[in-house]
């Protein structure tokens, strides 16, 4: 049992309200928040849309050789083998390789770039470690869509993940355009919590990787923060980057283009966040999902 106090209650029998979240947006405070390379402007964005995005955040000569990695793993067998590597329902085409930082050394230092960690430090006030990566493909014309959902509460119910003191790091690594299926976000989502009905299946990961039916928003309350806050879809080439806040409602349209579309993810958590029994009472998923075996802050590395 978990000695930890459940906030966020989910995977529930019957539908439960959505309600404000407990826990502050921006954790540092004082010297902390002052000296980060994030101006105040950009903080009280974060705070109240839930996402910064920055345009051509990298040098595209810079993400050259991710690119290349990409395209390589694009063509390995093993790699489609492995339990980490989630491909498409009924296709062979890969949708997410998952533990990217562990398979590759290159991924491994861009986790640790100090312009990244940087800012996540001043906004989640303190040291922080991965707690999962990885990339996400969507071929032109196969790549499906993902649902929208709240990456905290499947990190909440299915990890043990205790409060929402974690954030996301989107790198794009090939151009995202209106058309290709960009990364669609809800303004002000990540306010409220949105509790989701249904008990979570054992090994629920092996399906909801490919088709999430388990941990998804309702429609209504859905359609409430649509209407208040509208969607937003920050779109640029490659090396831009979004970063999300972990309760920040996303998803995204399936990929009807001829363009394919492949954006990188590191979740940054706080070591004062580690995770404890998953909430929905079924044991721990894989560690290629949900890290629980080094929290070790990390440190800047060029």
Not at 212 to 221: F, L
Not at 233 to 256: D, I, Q, R, Y
């Amino acid at each position: 049992m978990n000695d930890t106090q459940d906030l966020f209650p989910t995977r529930l029998e019957r539908k439960l309200g959505m309600f404000e979240r407990f826990d502050p947006v921006l954790y540092s405070e004082g010297a902390q928040r002052r000296d980060g390379p994030l101006s105040e402007e950009q903080l009280r964005d974060y705070e109240e849309k839930g996402f910064l995005s920055f345009e051509n955040y990298f040098d595209k000569d810079e993400m050259e050789a991710f690119i290349q990695e990409l395209r390589d793993y694009e063509e390995d067998e093993d790699l489609k083998l492995s339990e980490g590597t989630i491909l498409e329902p009924g296709r062979q085409e890969i949708r997410s390789i998952f533990g990217i930082h562990e398979i590759s050394e290159r991924f491994s230092r861009l986790t640790r770039d100090p312009r990244l960690l940087a800012m996540v430090q001043q906004l989640l006030g303190s040291d922080v470690y991965i707690h999962q990566s990885r990339i996400n493909y969507k071929p032109g014309f196969k790549g499906k869509g993902f649902d929208w959902h709240s990456d905290f509460e499947t990190w909440h119910s299915e990890d043990g993940m205790p409060r929402m003191r974690s954030l996301s790091c989107s790198i794009i690594l090939t151009d995202n355009g209106e058309f290709n299926g960009p990364l669609m976000l809800i303004p002000g989502s990540h306010k409220m919590f949105v509790p989701c009905v249904g008990r979570t299946p054992t090994d629920n990961y092996k399906e909801s990787l490919k088709s999430q039916e388990v941990g998804v928003p309702d429609n209504a309350s859905l359609r409430d923060l649509m209407v208040q806050g509208g969607i937003e879809a920050p779109k640029g080439s490659a090396g831009s980057l979004v970063m999300f806040e972990c309760n920040t409602m996303h998803g995204s349209n399936m990929n009807m283009s001829c363009w394919p579309r492949s954006n990188l993810f590191f979740v940054y958590n706080s070591v004062e966040n580690g995770l404890v029994n998953p909430f929905c009472g079924n044991r721990p998923r894989p560690e290629f999902l949900a890290n629980r075996k080094d929290w070790s802050p990390l440190e800047p590395i060029r």
